[in-house]
């Protein structure tokens, strides 16, 4: 049973370009949250898509945007790329209702 | 200021070695999490405390929940290089978790 999987592992990017992560969930999960992780820090939340809509958001500005698709999987967007958006992204999906989460790897996006 | 404040940051330590992680908040929690992220890898959910005073106890790991609920440890006894990652505190709320920085544990054959 796949667990959650992210695509790409890794990407290079230039400061004003945009780029877009791909999140698919474990199998069963319905609900999908993302969390960015600068280095030497703790994921911070950045939005949760449900049901096709984004639930909550986190404390980001609206160049982060995300989407899910009808078979749960996700994607996050981000636009006009800054120095500081280099971190790692992480992808957690969840059964709505439960509060275990299982992370994916993650992508790490490097900004230069 | 972090709600969740983890110390120490970093953690350099022998194979057999024991020791003690700490979590402190000035807020109260109705449940803490701990997980550890190994390089390269998303967290894992290690544990969920819920009650003043719970220990619980994960083979050679041991989590403690603070009595007043503001507060948590993770003790490693006899700690192996498999121990080594990042042990990082977390509050579940309002369909999110809040995390802590975390701590940096080296554990050194």
């Known amino acids: 049973d796949a667990g959650v999987t992210q695509s790409p592992t890794h990407l290079i990017k230039t400061r004003g370009q945009q780029v877009t992560l791909r999140c698919s969930p474990k199998s069963g999960h319905d609900t999908v949250s993302w969390y960015q992780q600068a280095l030497g820090q703790g994921p911070q939340f950045i939005f949760q898509y449900y049901e096709e809509e984004e639930r909550q958001r986190g404390n980001f500005p609206d160049r982060f945007s995300g989407h899910q698709f009808p078979n749960y999987s996700s994607e996050l967007n981000v636009n006009a790329l800054l120095l500081g958006d280099s971190a790692l992204y992480l992808c957690?999906?969840?059964?709505?209702?439960?509060?275990?989460?299982?992370f994916g790897a993650g992508s790490r996006l490097t900004v230069l | 200021t972090q709600l969740l404040e983890q110390s120490p940051q970093f953690l350099s330590i022998q194979e057999g070695e024991n020791l003690t992680v700490y979590c402190n908040s000035s807020s109260v929690f109705s449940s803490l999490q701990w997980y550890r992220q190994e390089p390269g890898e998303g967290p894992v959910l290690l544990v969920t405390v819920v009650t003043g005073g719970e220990v619980k106890k994960l083979k050679r790991l041991t989590f403690q929940f603070g009595d007043a609920r503001k507060d948590s440890s993770l003790h490693i006894t006899a700690a192996q290089p498999g121990d080594t990652g990042l042990y990082l505190c977390a509050w579940e709320g309002y369909n999110k978790l809040i995390f802590g920085a975390g701590t940096r544990l080296a554990v050194h054959p």
């Open positions: 957690a999906s969840s059964y709505t209702g439960a509060n275990v989460l299982t």
